[in-house]
C-alpha cells in the first residue's frame, strides 16, 4: 500500500506571510495532484505535476515535484485569508487510475 | 461542460437503518467513479472504484455495498447503519486513461444516531 505523508497537519499564520506544505512518501508516483477543500465542499483539483523535478505555478501558490516522484511540496507566497482551507496531495499509482491522499494540512490564514 | 452530483446534501439516521446514496455525472462517458469518506478535516479513505457499467472494486471491508446500475450513475448502499458509518460522503469521477486528476461531487453529510 502506498502511503502519504503530509506535513505540518495544522498552520496558522498572519496575512503575508509565506509557507510550504510537504508531501513524501517512500513510493513512486505516475502524477501527483494538489486539491484545496473548505468546509462542507468537495476538493478541488488545484494542480497536477507528471515529470520528476518540474515546478508549476498557479498565482501565488508554487508547486514542486520531486526529482524521483516520491515527494512534493506546495509553497504559498504573501497568503491571503481566502488561502484558508484543507490542501490535499494525491498521488497516482504507477498503474491504474487510484489515487493515494495524505492526510491534508489544515491551513488558516488570519487577517 | 461536465458536471457531478450527489444527493441527499445532508442525512441523519438511525442504527441499523439502510441507505442509499447517489451519485450522477453529466458531459462526459464512461468515466471512472469513486466513493471515498472522509473524517472531519481529515484525508480521503477510498471505499470503492468502478470503470464500468456492473464492475465494482472494493477497497475496505465494510458494512457498505456500491452499484453502477448506469454509464454515468454510481450508487453507495448499506443494509443497516452503524454508528461508525458516520462521515462525510464523497463521490468523484475521473477520466478513463489520462492523467488521474478526479472531480468530485459537493459530498453528503451523514450522521448515524
Known amino acids: 500500500t502506498q502511503l502519504l505523508e503530509q506535513s505540518p497537519q495544522f498552520l496558522s499564520i498572519q496575512e503575508g506571510e509565506n509557507l510550504t506544505v510537504y508531501c513524501n512518501s517512500s513510493?513512486?508516483?505516475?502524477?501527483l495532484q494538489w486539491y484545496r477543500q473548505e468546509p462542507g465542499e468537495g476538493p478541488v483539483l488545484l494542480v497536477t505535476?507528471?515529470?520528476?523535478?518540474e515546478v508549476k505555478k498557479l498565482k501565488r501558490l508554487t508547486f514542486q515535484f520531486g526529482d524521483a516522484r516520491k515527494d512534493s511540496s506546495l509553497h504559498i507566497t504573501a497568503a491571503q485569508p481566502g488561502d484558508t482551507g484543507l490542501y490535499l496531495c494525491?498521488?497516482?499509482?504507477?498503474?491504474?487510475?487510484?489515487?493515494?491522499f495524505g492526510e491534508g494540512t489544515q491551513l488558516t490564514v488570519n487577517p | 461542460s461536465q458536471t457531478i452530483h450527489q444527493w441527499p446534501a445532508t442525512l441523519v439516521q438511525p442504527v441499523g437503518s439502510p441507505l442509499s446514496l447517489e451519485c450522477t455525472v453529466e458531459?462526459?462517458?464512461?468515466?471512472?467513479l469513486y466513493w471515498y469518506r472522509q473524517a472531519a478535516g481529515r484525508g480521503l479513505q477510498l471505499l470503492f472504484y468502478?470503470?464500468?457499467?456492473?464492475?465494482i472494486s472494493s477497497e475496505v471491508p465494510q458494512n457498505l455495498s456500491a452499484s453502477r446500475p448506469q454509464d454515468r450513475q454510481f450508487i453507495l448502499s448499506s443494509k443497516k447503519l452503524l454508528l461508525s458509518d458516520s462521515g462525510f460522503y464523497l463521490c468523484?469521477?475521473?477520466?478513463?486513461?489520462?492523467?488521474?486528476?478526479?472531480?468530485f461531487g459537493p459530498g453528503t453529510r451523514l450522521t448515524v444516531t
Open positions: 468523484a469521477w475521473s477520466v478513463q486513461l489520462a492523467g488521474g486528476e478526479q472531480y
Open positions: 513510493s513512486v508516483f505516475s502524477s
Open positions: 505535476v507528471v515529470t520528476g523535478g
Open positions: 494525491a498521488g497516482r499509482e504507477t498503474s491504474g487510475s487510484r489515487l493515494t
Open positions: 458531459g462526459t462517458s464512461n468515466p471512472n
Open positions: 468502478s470503470v464500468g457499467i456492473g464492475q
